[in-house]
């Protein structure tokens, strides 16, 4: 085993250091294991446990593939963490078109978080209860939850979740990290939650810290505060650094990305309220951003798994 790594270090410091999982690399690419096992103490699937890929029919779910990362995890002592329960991006076609009333919507979502949270009760870290749930404008996202639910859909789904498993900490999620509308309509949510009683204990930040996100670490350490005060911890649990977004030799780009890993990995350990950091991959030969125009190499091993400038911040910096 190694001298060094990411979790070896995050371990001295109780800290958890981690990335997003697909099934295929998984099951297929040895590196991929061996860099996965080896470099992160936590990791979370990355489309397999959101709601059209679990419960694909009303009355199918399909747990293979996750039971896989899972098994994977619990051999490496690798915590895991769940995404999510509801998303707007990720509800399957039969709820979309089955025209359910608000009843019949409400015993679906309480039955899918029922069956899927107790089906890992005990063995999932923290569950992403709703993902990207608010517009810049201070409203919530306009989904089918919200529109035939409710904007309760979220005390709900909460609620279902601590009923399902005690002892999972839960989220909200959303790119709302640096200080913005977008960040104002999420924390103005969080602290209603909170207000209300709903069983709520961290937030995450996405960190997508590409051409259209708030970049600024400092103004993210100071939002971070604010959830500070309200109880609430902060969790960085997707983040990605695309190199093209920086001018100047590739060198350069390399450093700038370096540089970015290294201020937001600073900002999370120097928080009272944060001991999370999840990147959205680990290796530049998968992820998600290769299909995109810009976007290029935003993780922090290369397409062959050879660790980058930005691995070596983030080792530094541990
Ligand atoms: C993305 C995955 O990476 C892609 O493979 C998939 O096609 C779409 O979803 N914010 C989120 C993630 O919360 O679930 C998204 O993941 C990326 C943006």
Redesign the pocket.
């Known amino acids: 085993s190694p001298v060094e790594s990411l979790r070896l270090l995050a371990a001295k410091r109780d800290f958890l250091i981690g990335t997003a999982v697909q099934p295929g690399p998984l099951q297929n690419e040895v590196l991929y294991r061996e860099v996965l096992g080896r470099e992160f103490n936590i990791l979370m699937p990355?489309?397999h446990t959101?709601f059209w890929r679990l419960h694909p029919e009303r009355d199918r779910y399909d747990f293979s593939e996750v039971d896989a990362i899972v098994q994977f995890a619990q051999e490496h002592d690798i915590k895991v963490v769940g995404?999510?329960l509801a998303?707007f991006?990720a509800v399957p076609r039969w709820v979309v078109e089955g025209n359910f009333s608000r009843d019949e919507l409400m015993e679906i979502l309480h039955d899918h978080i029922q069956t899927v949270v107790s089906h890992y009760r005990g063995q999932i870290y923290a569950w992403d209860v709703v993902?990207?749930p608010v517009e810049a404008d201070g409203s919530l996202r306009e989904t089918i939850w919200s529109k035939t639910i409710g904007p309760e859909y979220i005390d709900l789904a909460l609620q279902w979740t601590r009923e399902a498993d005690p002892d999972t900490l839960l989220y909200i999620?959303d790119y709302a990290e640096g200080l913005n509308s977008k960040s104002e309509s999420f924390y103005n949510l969080a602290k209603e939650l909170r207000e209300r009683g709903a069983p709520l204990d961290a937030v995450g930040f996405?960190c997508?810290l590409g051409f259209l996100s708030a970049k600024n670490a400092e103004e993210v350490a100071e939002n971070m505060k604010r959830y500070a005060e309200l109880g609430l911890d902060v969790m960085f649990t997707?983040m990605d650094v695309p190199i093209d977004q920086f001018s100047g030799t590739k060198e350069e780009q390399l450093e700038a990305q370096a540089k970015m890993y290294r201020d937001f990995l600073k900002v999370c350990l120097d928080a009272s309220n944060c001991k999370t950091l999840m990147m959205?991959g680990f290796t530049d030969r998968h992820t998600?951003l290769k299909g995109f125009t810009g976007g290029k190499a935003p993780l922090i091993f290369d397409e062959s798994y050879r660790p980058k400038p930005a691995y070596s911040a983030m080792l530094e910096e541990l």
């Open positions: 990355e489309n959101k995404h999510a998303w991006h993902n990207e999620n996405q997508h997707e959205w998600w």
